[in-house]
T-cell receptor, first 117, second 112 residues
């Protein structure tokens, strides 16, 4: 089945530093990837939609200069949290719609737990 | 405003019973609705999709109904097992967009 590999699974960084999270589609080409954030005991909130070869579309309230998204190839999208602060600590999850899948299922990465200290 | 509500934050049932989870939505006209399972510290896993013209869909012990008049979907797990314990999320695609919008989730605990 369609798999999205997300790395790292967890990261601890110091306040003010930047962290990069990678998502790779392993056996399909993901022209579009979605990035979500999930705080404890809350649901997934869409942060941005990234399209291969073009600029990402950010949701209202999400700072594009803080959460840099790059989708340079059909199999790789990255999210960089710049100048991270403790309030950025969260669970970040990427997702891709699997092309040609008649049931329109979306496949998700395993998530990245970011802790900013 | 648009809302997707899963009425129960948590549901505890006994092993072997049927779990029924509810998803209600407001101000959406979804072409289809999806259900996902999420385990702690993991990404969601796709379970079932039901289209607007389908009343019911089944997959093994899972059953989903979709009532576009009531704007509600019900998700059933029959003969529940402790391994079914997880958070279950319903999700819709917003008109004109491709990204999923999720409900708040219901945390199911199946007691042995």
């Amino acid at each position: 089945g369609a798999v999205v590999s997300q790395h790292p699974s967890w990261v601890i960084c110091k306040s003010g530093t930047s962290v990069k999270i990678e998502c790779r589609s392993l056996d399909f080409q993901a022209t579009t990837m979605f990035w979500y954030r999930q705080f404890p005991k809350q649901s997934l909130m869409l942060m941005a939609t990234s399209n291969e070869g073009s600029k990402a579309t950010y949701e209202q309230g999400v700072e594009k200069d803080k959460f840099l998204i790059n989708h340079a190839s059909l199999t790789l999208s990255t999210l960089t949290v710049t100048s991270a602060h403790p309030e950025d600590s969260s669970f970040y999850i990427c997702s891709a719609a699997v092309p040609g899948q008649g049931n329109y299922g979306y496949t998700f990465g395993s998530g990245t737990r970011l802790t900013v200290v | 405003s648009q809302k997707i509500e899963q009425n129960s934050e948590a549901l505890n049932i006994q092993e072997g019973k049927t779990a029924t989870l509810t998803c209600n939505y407001t101000n959406y006209s979804p072409a289809y609705l999806q259900w996902y399972r999420q385990d702690p510290g993991r990404g969601p896993v796709f379970l079932l999709l039901i289209r607007e013209n389908e009343k019911e869909k089944r997959k093994e012990r899972l059953k989903v109904t979709f009532d576009t008049t009531l704007k509600q979907s019900l998700f059933h797990i029959t003969a529940s097992q402790p391994a079914d314990s997880a958070t279950y999320l319903c999700a819709l695609v917003n008109t004109g967009r491709r990204a999923l919008t999720f409900g708040s989730g219901t945390r199911l605990q199946v007691q042995p």
